[in-house]
């Protein structure tokens, strides 16, 4: 099933924020990903459900423009995703299963370093200001091999929002979290939602995604099952997900 | 895209100056090699001047090569290569930097080789230091050139480490002939005309693989 939500309009070009289009990826002969369709508009935030292997990485990553599709297409505000495209670049923001830091570098160090790549004014102090906004802000100078799961799960989500994206792809970003750090995480979310940034949430948690989402995907063998705006709880939505990954 | 290609050297080389795992092994290598091949011959039979090139060229070749392993395969931990992906970073600017961190390394790694070398083959390098570090630059160019683009193609294979020498060797045929056949003349201080030849082709090797790096890397990356 192929299904595109409502959404909300950007209000200069009429494109929305985020369209995908007829998405389709496979690695020899796992299909991981099937003509998946969405829109997503501007304080929009996507929960995407389901079960290990359903294709919800894969999605990501095209999306990131870390890989190309087989079939289908990903626009920006309507214009296509171009791999080469530095402005596009910097309108995304991934936060993915690894922290994307390096192990012989600090945390400021670190942040310093993709500040400077996407070549953010005084990028030192926009890395100082990033660690206070995960709190780190006292581990600024620790090398990051020796931080913690949680720490370094911080550290990657201040890395993806340093340069202030306006669309946010999540693979489970609750991983490694600790009650507090999670609940600094759904702060910032919804921060980024009031702030009018799209976000895509790939998570295993109904209760953490259900949260926050405006619209609700439940993906099985590749393909979306169900999506459209959020209605109702948590205890329907688990309902649907076991009765439409039942089996997978 | 020339400050990015630095930005992205500078790091790469903090993160060698931090732990000198590559650049370690890489003199280690070095200094092994040199020694066993200067006690594996006999003086009285073969000169130190006559083994010297094929030896100097063996020892750089394959110290380089655990030196360009590394550029990529760092950026295998913590899928760091992604962040570089997903930055507004042009990917030859990513080629160029790490270019240019392999050519600070395995010019490092040379720079202390050499008088090694000096010492154990007792090859007098003063009188021809000129022409032998003109020889060593564009043949490392080559070198480098080469194994960056191949090295960002191992790197997505499962046995990284073994594929980048088995890529590697075929195409460091011609540098290598080269730069051999140029240092034996210059140590037996043949008359520049003779070295001619052999410059064009380092020359134009270099050359060749840098504007073809340069246009295939964006390719190499691909998943």
Known sequence: MTAAPQSTRNAQSGAPALAVQGLSRAFGHVRALREVSFTLGRGEVLAVFGPNGAGKTTLLRILAGLLRPDAGSVALDGAPLVRGDAAQRRRLGLISHASLCYDGLTAAENLEFYGRLYELPDPRARAREALAGVALADRADTLTWSMSRGMLQRLAIARALLHEPDIVLLDEPFTGLDQHAAAGLREQLARLRSARRSVVLVTHNLEEGLDLATHVAIQVGGRFAHCAPRQGGVAEYRERYAHLTAGA | ?223
Not at chain 2, 6 to 31: G, H, M, P
Not at chain 2, 73 to 88: C, I, K, Q, S, V
């Open chain 2, 1 to 223: 895209m020339l400050r990015q290609a630095w930005l992205i050297a500078a790091k790469d080389l903090r993160l060698e100056f931090r732990s000198r795992t590559a650049f370690l092994s890489s003199l280690v290598f070095t200094a092994l090699v040199l020694a066993i091949f200067n006690f594996a011959r006999d003086p009285t039979v073969l000169s130190g001047t006559d083994l010297a090139p094929g030896i100097l060229w063996i020892t750089f070749c394959f110290a380089g090569l655990l030196g360009l392993n590394r550029a990529f395969a760092l950026e295998r931990e913590n899928r760091t290569l992604d962040g570089l992906l997903l930055a507004p970073v042009d990917r030859s600017a990513l080629y160029l930097g790490k270019a240019i961190a392999n050519l600070v390394f395995v010019g490092t790694v040379e720079a202390v080789a050499l008088p090694l070398f000096a010492i154990f083959f007792n090859v007098p390098l003063w009188p021809v230091l000129g022409p032998l570090l003109g020889i060593v630059a564009l043949a490392t160019v080559g070198f480098v050139a080469i194994g960056t683009l191949l090295s960002a193609i191992a790197v997505n294979t499962r046995f990284a480490e073994l594929m980048l020498p088995v890529l590697m060797l075929p195409f460091l045929v011609p540098p290598i002939t080269g730069a051999v056949q140029l240092t034996a003349r210059v140590f037996a201080a043949r008359p520049l005309a003779e070295l001619s030849g052999w410059l064009r082709l380092l020359v134009a090797y270099d050359v060749v693989v840098v504007v073809a790096a340069l246009l295939v890397f964006e390719y190499t990356l691909d998943e």
